[in-house]
């Protein structure tokens, strides 16, 4: 963390003074510094060798003027920023552009958070007193946020000379000691690391290979840097539009059994949206059930259930990093952004120990290669082959329909080929889902329609390459 600090070159060397109270804010400060700092100065810089004449002299004239027009930049948010310049009919320059950049990398991030992100970037600037009077509008706009008191705390105890301040070595080694301390310097380090490694323009996480139009939203959760990406679908494909700070289970992730405090992960839906009045205040604002175990959960043995994302208690807004029972826990505030978006039974949650993100065209390659696969599968059924067709399953392979037991799928693959034989059928709305872990999967799911009829059925198959091919283990008839 010290090394850390030293990068950030925090501008008022007194406040090292404090360090050992106020390290965990230095660093914090340091890290938004170290992310784009560099890159404001040499913008700063560019824009001053272009000025020339009459507006290089009058810039050299007024140093002071300037340097107060470069702070109050500084304090601005980055909408506060862009409101700034529209009044003043002027553009940005590029170092505050720069700025703006940065802070708006949280998209659509709780206001909560991104005010937090506010009061890092002015303490790490040299500007305490700013800093302390935002943290103190926080606190007293989110009273449970505890992350948000610790800051303000620590800014106060800038405010303190250093001859009238208590010897506070005991204190800060009992700080030190204490979990709930800790907890909350990872949950500042987490947020952070979420502003200074974005996703890249024009990705998307590897899991999402194709998803229909008719999923409106798809969610991502990175347990490495307690985050939830919401990703919006559109004609123009997958586009991340907010992301938000989670916790995932106290005993980490990779569920496996019953109450083992574990968060799974893998490729789920949401299944339902519990009404709040319905829930103990435990929940906060609501709760959105997701489909675990789901059908290659099943096959492998894993127990457990009732793995929800919810909210959190009154008195508390968020909670440590890894502090529930297996559940994606997020602050009542951003939740109820999600449950505004979320389509039950349409809404996809990916839950990986950390995101990839790949290029949209690499998804869509990954995507065609198994299209291949599936347009087979159908020209096996069209083509009325029995023996073909059971080429394309797994000896074990189990069909599913609404609230109906599992069924062995050999029993009805005879009737399917009966039904479909010579019908020309219509593929829609297919999304693909890809999980790798030591196995490789897949999760199609799509609609289809026969000739002659109105309206059809939506399946939702689970493959599994076995070396260059891929076989079904689990299909289930949604509808």
């Known amino acids: 963390m010290a090394d850390i ?14 360090a050992n109270m106020l390290a965990a804010l230095m660093a914090a400060s340091a890290l938004l510094l170290a992310t784009h700092g560099t890159a404001a100065a040499a913008s700063t810089k560019s824009a001053s060798a272009k000025t020339s004449g009459t507006k290089a002299k009058a810039s050299a004239s007024r140093p002071a003027a300037r340097e107060a027009k470069a702070r109050t930049a500084r304090k601005a948010s980055a909408a506060e920023a862009r409101t700034a310049a529209a009044a003043k ?18 998209q659509q991030a709780s206001s909560a958070e991104a005010r937090l992100i506010a009061v890092y970037e002015l303490f790490g600037r040299g500007q305490p007193r700013p800093a302390l009077a935002k943290a103190r509008d926080l606190v007293r706009d989110y009273p449970n946020f505890q992350l948000a008191q610790l800051v303000y705390a620590d800014l ?41 490694d974005r996703p890249p323009a024009g990705t998307v996480p590897s899991q ?53 405090a574990r968060t799974p992960l893998g490729v789920y839906y949401v299944t339902s949206s519990l009404d709040p009045k319905s829930l103990r205040d435990f929940y906060g604002a609501g709760a959105l059930p997701i489909n675990y175990p789901n059908p290659y959960d099943v096959r492998r043995g894993k127990t457990g259930s009732g793995i929800w994302l919810h909210g959190t208690p009154p008195q508390q807004f968020s909670r440590a990093p890894l502090a529930s029972d297996g559940c994606v826990v997020m602050a009542n505030p951003d939740l109820k ?22 290029p ?3 998804a869509e390659k990954e995507a065609q290669t198994f299209t291949s696969a599936i347009s087979a599968w159908k020209d096996a059924r069209a083509n009325g082959n029995e023996a073909q067709l059971k080429k394309f399953y797994l000896p074990d392979f189990q069909r599913s329909s609404g609230n109906k037991k599992n069924t062995d799928g050999f029993s009805v693959l005879h009737d399917e080929v009966e039904y479909a034989q010579g019908k020309r059928v219509q593929f829609k709305d297919m999304s693909f889902l890809h999980w790798r872990d030591g196995d490789d999967t897949m999760v199609a ?10 309206s059809g059925r939506t399946r939702r198959q689970y493959w599994l390459r076995q070396g260059s091919e891929w076989k079904l283990f689990h299909e289930e008839i949604l509808g």
């Open 208 to 260: 999402f290979l194709a998803l229909s139009t008719r999923s409106r939203y798809a969610i991502a959760v990175d347990a490495s840097r307690s985050r939830l990406y919401l990703l919006e679908n559109s004609d123009k494909g997958l586009q991340l539009v907010a992301d938000y700070y989670v916790s995932v289970g106290k005993s980490g992730i990779g569920k496996a059994t019953e109450g083992d």
């Open 89 to 106: 009919g002027a553009p940005r320059s590029k170092a505050a552009a720069a700025s703006a950049s940065s802070s708006a990398a949280l």
């Open 5 to 18: 600090v030293r990068r950030g070159r925090l501008r008022k060397p007194a406040l090292r003074r404090g």
């Open 360 to 362: 949209r065209p690499q």
């Open 445 to 454: 799911t799509f609609g289809e329609v026969f000739e002659g009829e109105k």
């Open 156 to 196: 106060l105890a800038t405010q303190v000379p250093p001859a009238h301040a208590f010897s506070d070595a005991t204190g800060i080694g009992r700080l030190r000691s204490d979990p709930a301390m800790a907890d909350l310097r990872e949950e500042s380090r987490r947020r952070l690391q979420a502003l200074r």
């Open 337 to 358: 952004q999600l449950l505004r978006k979320v389509q039950i039974g349409a809404t996809p949650v990916v839950t990986a120990p950390s995101l990839q993100w790949i």
